[in-house]
């Protein structure tokens, strides 16, 4: 029979399930502010979920670093909660999937950890796992589309700078006769972004998009 609500042990018992019912709304809460005002930022290879990142990681630039690129950069203030974090802009310097991938054991919390995932029914592992986003074209501005301006030309810069060309990125003819243009499959890239980094227009017609 369950104890009465003024009895100690009944009293101690609904106030350890309130606390831990009101712990748990505040952690959730938190956990949704945080995400919310996530700026996007690719993450180094191996980094947990963004909350998880965000939590273990103590800001010690040790993946930044160990990293022989010089491809991680520090979040600046405007990063808000991700302040101090280590990321990268493909645009600038893309991930180039070192096959020891140095900035994941330099890390000494576990905010970063060695890939593993399942990619089209096989288990892989290291740089072929690794998962900072995905890329996406844009055919507003890739130049194998025509524009108002300029008809399309044959391009496939994204495919050549792919470090799985034919699995990440592919060409796929124009169904009406123009220039092949590049398709990405979203579960094979591992959003290093090498294509976005070597895309030869002005604006790069593809973009690599946070994982989350």
Same mark, same amino acid.
């Given at each position: 029979?369950?104890?009465?609500?003024?009895?100690?042990?009944?009293?101690?018992?609904?106030?350890?399930?309130?606390?831990?019912?009101?712990?748990?709304?505040?952690?959730?809460?938190?956990?949704?502010?945080?995400?919310?005002?996530?700026?996007?930022?690719?993450?180094?290879?191996?980094?947990?979920?963004?909350?998880?990142?965000?939590?273990?990681?103590?800001?010690?630039?040790?993946?930044?670093?160990?990293?022989?690129?010089?491809?991680?950069?520090?979040?600046?203030?405007?990063?808000?909660?991700?302040?101090?974090?280590?990321?990268?802009?493909?645009?600038?310097?893309?991930?180039?999937?070192?096959?020891?991938?140095?900035?994941?054991?330099?890390?000494?919390?576990?905010?970063?950890? %060695?890939?593993?995932?399942?990619?089209?029914?096989?288990?892989?592992?290291?740089?072929?796992?690794?998962?900072?986003?995905?890329?996406?074209?844009?055919?507003?501005?890739?130049?194998? %589309?025509?524009?108002?301006?300029?008809?399309?030309?044959?391009?496939?810069?994204?495919?050549?700078?792919?470090?799985?060309?034919?699995?990440?990125?592919?060409?796929?003819?124009?169904?009406?006769?123009?220039?092949?243009?590049?398709?990405?499959?979203?579960?094979?890239?591992?959003?290093?972004?090498?294509?976005?980094?070597?895309?030869?227009?002005?604006?790069?017609?593809?973009?690599?998009?946070?994982?989350?």
């Amino acid at each position: 029979m369950a104890g009465k609500l003024d009895e100690p042990q009944g009293r101690g018992e609904f106030f350890k399930s309130l606390g831990t019912l009101f712990a748990g709304f505040v952690a959730q809460r938190m956990e949704d502010m945080v995400l919310g005002s996530d700026p996007g930022l690719l993450r180094p290879p191996g980094a947990l979920e963004e909350f998880e990142f965000l939590t273990a990681c103590t800001r010690c630039d040790k993946c930044i670093r160990a990293c022989p690129q010089d491809t991680l950069q520090r979040a600046t203030g405007s990063a808000r909660f991700a302040v101090g974090t280590p990321y990268l802009e493909p645009r600038l310097m893309p991930c180039y999937l070192c096959t020891e991938l140095p900035c994941i054991p330099a890390c000494p919390e576990g905010a970063l950890v %060695w890939p593993r995932r399942t990619i089209k029914g096989v288990e892989v592992e290291g740089p072929a796992a690794v998962r900072l986003g995905f890329a996406a074209v844009d055919p507003g501005l890739c130049l194998t %589309w025509p524009s108002e301006e300029d008809p399309a030309e044959a391009c496939r810069t994204c495919v050549d700078r792919c470090p799985y060309p034919g699995e990440a990125i592919r060409m796929v003819d124009d169904p009406e006769g123009g220039p092949a243009h590049p398709v990405v499959d979203e579960e094979v890239c591992t959003g290093c972004g090498l294509c976005e980094y070597g895309c030869p227009t002005a604006k790069p017609a593809i973009r690599v998009k946070a994982k989350r």
